[in-house]
């Protein structure tokens, strides 16, 4: 079945940098659009950046351009979210999703925690 396995979340002060990884298995990885989202205390969620299976990034948020990079590595079937310069704001549960098969359905990750505070 399709699985979705997020690590890297944690503890981080501001200014810091974490790196986000999504090992997914049971989908053709190599295929599909991948996304990272998040979703903070009291916030909807949000959308982070979006990459084609080309490895085309298609969408970043305004909110972290120049901050994060997305990119994935179809060979080991994982995705990645790198994130630099982090602000407070930036703490929430991000997710990783595959949009997966036709019609399309988004399949999620269980979320990683990242918080970022001094």
Known sequence: QVQLVESGGGLVQPGGSLSLSCVTS???FGSVIMSWYRQ?????????????A??????????????????????????????????????AVYSCSALVGW???DYWGQGTQVTVSS
């Open 26 to 28: 049971g989908f053709a």
């Open 40 to 52: 903070g205390p009291g916030k909807e969620r949000e959308l982070v950046a979006r990459i084609a």
């Open 54 to 91: 080309n490895g085309v990034v298609l969408s970043v948020a305004d909110s972290v351009k120049g901050r994060f990079t997305i990119f994935r590595e179809n060979g080991k079937n994982m995705v990645t979210l790198q994130m630099n310069r982090l602000k407070v704001e930036d703490t």
């Open 103 to 105: 019609p399309p359905k």
